[in-house]
């Protein structure tokens, strides 16, 4: 660089690690709260498992052929998939536990990254007519897809970075080879 006043731009490289899954692990997990007033309870029943990137994950979607509420391909290679049964988790409270699949999927427990390829199936769960709420749903997912991780074989994927490099010809291989 010295040598021959060259303008480089150095720095630590951020590695951009993501975390995964390799097996399904089921989960069962009941949030309850009780604290001198309205409670907070809900109930969870599922799986998480590794799922394929797709090439055009491009943001939320709808999967081909079902309801966007029913099959959901999120940034990042994640899917949310609703196999609820009945109402023993009301409607209005899907979105929550979309919500709560979004934010427990930002930092990863193996090593705080975010994860990628990651589907979670949400099967089935409990409420209360009094005590359930969207943050005991949110919470609920959270602390379901903690308890179900250790069993899913989580790994750190290799990071692949995209590194630009201009350089003129005749110094091409010698830059080349040394990347």
Do not use: W
Not at 34 to 44: N, R
Not at 86 to 107: C, D, H, W, Y
């Amino acid at each position: 660089l010295r040598e021959y006043n060259v303008a480089c731009v150095t720095g630590q490289p951020q590695v951009n690690y993501r975390e995964t899954l390799t097996k399904r692990a089921p989960f069962d997990y009941l949030h309850k709260k009780q604290s001198g007033g309205a409670g907070q309870f809900a109930g969870v029943m599922g799986y998480i498992e590794p799922c394929e990137l797709q090439s055009s994950d491009a943001g939320d979607s709808e999967s081909s052929g079902g309801r966007a509420d029913k099959h959901r391909r999120l940034e990042g290679g994640l899917e949310f998939v609703n196999d609820l049964l009945g109402t023993n988790i009301p409607p209005q409270f899907v979105p929550a536990l979309l919500k709560g699949f979004k934010e427990a999927s930002t930092r990863g427990d193996l090593a705080g990254y975010p994860m990628q390829g990651v589907r979670f199936v949400i099967q089935d769960g409990r409420s209360h007519h009094v005590d359930s709420n969207e943050h005991a749903f949110r919470m609920a997912v959270i602390m379901a897809v903690r308890q179900a991780y250790p069993l899913a074989g989580a790994k750190i994927l290799e990071p692949i970075m995209r590194v630009e490099v201009q350089t003129p010809q005749e110094f091409q291989g010698a830059v080349m080879g040394g990347i």
